[in-house]
């Protein structure tokens, strides 16, 4: 993540950004340092990720930017290609959500970039980058059927293929 802040000139990573611009970054470098040897601090700094050894080397073909238009869609890509990276709105309660289903409805006026990781029939299971501290260890439970105008499918984007080239030493 803090290669993505610190290496990817085209977004605005610490302004909230946008998944995509982080794609066009990682399909371009075809490498991406894990978090143990580029770690986390928050703030833009000096781009060091040549310096980094422990880095998945890669080969990020295509990505689904568009979305869909429905949590069904959501859902459908949950299921046929694993994570898929959506936006919220960050509420009051959002910022201190602890545990169980969120049921507000933060599909709308989106600020937040987060990855959906699984599904219920109530909930979408979906991982923040906040932390452990925060919600469920790192993790929400947004509640289905709430927003009124988008769903999280409508901001959603998906990779649709890639393949590792070399795995960390």
């Known amino acids: 993540e803090q290669e993505i802040v610190d290496c990817n000139s085209s977004g605005s ?4 950004g ?24 928050g703030v833009k700094g000096s781009c060091s990720s040549g310096s980094t050894t422990n880095a998945l ?10 979305g869909g238009s429905t949590e069904a869609d959501l859902a ?3 299921y046929n290609y694993g994570p898929v990276a959506i936006a919220v709105r960050c509420s009051t309660n959002f910022y201190s959500y602890s545990s169980g289903v969120f049921n507000e409805d933060v599909a709308s ?15 979408f299971l979906v991982r923040n980058s906040w932390g452990t501290s925060w919600g469920v260890s790192g993790h929400i439970y947004l509640g289905r059927g709430l927003s009124t105008s988008n769903t999280y499918a409508y901001y959603s984007a998906h990779i649709t293929s890639m393949s590792a080239m070399k795995l960390p030493e």
């Open 76 to 78: 459908s890509d949950l």
């Open 13 to 16: 990573e610490c302004n909230g």
């Open 18 to 41: 946008w998944y995509t611009t982080v794609w066009d970054y990682v399909k371009t470098s075809n490498r991406l340092a894990y978090k143990s040897s580029y770690g986390y601090n």
């Open 109 to 123: 006026s989106v600020d937040h970039a987060v990855v959906a990781i699984g599904y219920a029939s109530n909930y």
């Open 57 to 66: 080397q890669y080969s990020l073909n295509s990505y689904d930017g568009n």
